[in-house]
């Protein structure tokens, strides 16, 4: 069911401070797409954004009003064969949003995780194929702590 991690995003209430932490202390570079959300460019991530938890909670629940219902942290978009054939096995999971389309392009369906994280599904265009497998290298003798 799963092909691999489509992206992540880190939810927050103030994207302003967010966009300049990643900016000014990790020194990363981020694209503002709009007041709601940005992308962190880095290698090793598909996708890397930083969400508005109300413009979340109106994707989600169709209702910027409910961001309260938006936990803050982080969010993982899981890249599936098809939304549609996922979304069975969460209804019973925590599933919080039916499967629709995205006007940025995806398919997308939403659920909790047992954490209580928001966490997608998702069918991903321009995230279909890899160009190539991300891999860590083996450690040379057992697992290293870390």
Same mark, same amino acid.
């Given at each position: 069911?799963?092909?691999?991690?489509?992206?992540?995003?880190?939810?927050?209430?103030?994207?302003?401070?967010?966009?300049?932490?990643?900016?000014?202390?990790?020194?990363?570079?981020?694209?503002?797409?709009?007041?709601?959300?940005?992308?962190?460019?880095?290698?090793?991530i598909l996708?890397?954004?930083?969400?508005?938890?109300?413009?979340?909670?109106?994707?989600?629940?169709?209702?910027?009003?409910?961001?309260?219902?938006?936990?803050?942290?982080?969010?993982?978009?899981?890249?599936?064969?098809? @939304?549609?054939?996922?979304?069975?096995a969460l %209804?019973? #999971?925590?599933? =919080? +949003? /039916?499967?629709?389309?995205?006007?940025?392009? &995806?398919?997308?369906?939403?659920?909790?995780?047992?954490?209580?994280?928001?966490?997608? @599904?998702?069918?991903?265009?321009?995230?279909? %194929?890899? #160009?190539?497998? =991300? +891999? /860590?290298?083996?450690?040379?003798?057992?697992? &290293?702590?870390?």
């Amino acid at each position: 069911m799963v092909r691999h991690i489509a992206g992540m995003a880190e939810i927050v209430d103030d994207v302003d401070a967010a966009v300049r932490f990643y900016e000014e202390v990790l020194r990363l570079p981020v694209r503002r797409e709009n007041a709601d959300y940005a992308v962190v460019d880095m290698p090793g991530i598909l996708h890397f954004g930083i969400w508005s938890r109300r413009h979340a909670a109106g994707v989600v629940f169709k209702d910027p009003a409910a961001a309260s219902r938006v936990p803050l942290g982080f969010t993982i978009g899981f890249e599936v064969d098809t @939304v549609d054939g996922a979304v069975p096995a969460l %209804r019973g #999971a925590g599933l =919080v +949003q /039916a499967a629709q389309d995205e006007p940025w392009g &995806q398919r997308t369906a939403r659920f909790m995780s047992p954490s209580g994280a928001l966490c997608e @599904v998702s069918e991903t265009p321009w995230a279909r %194929r890899l #160009a190539q497998t =991300v +891999q /860590a290298e083996a450690p040379a003798s057992g697992p &290293q702590a870390g």
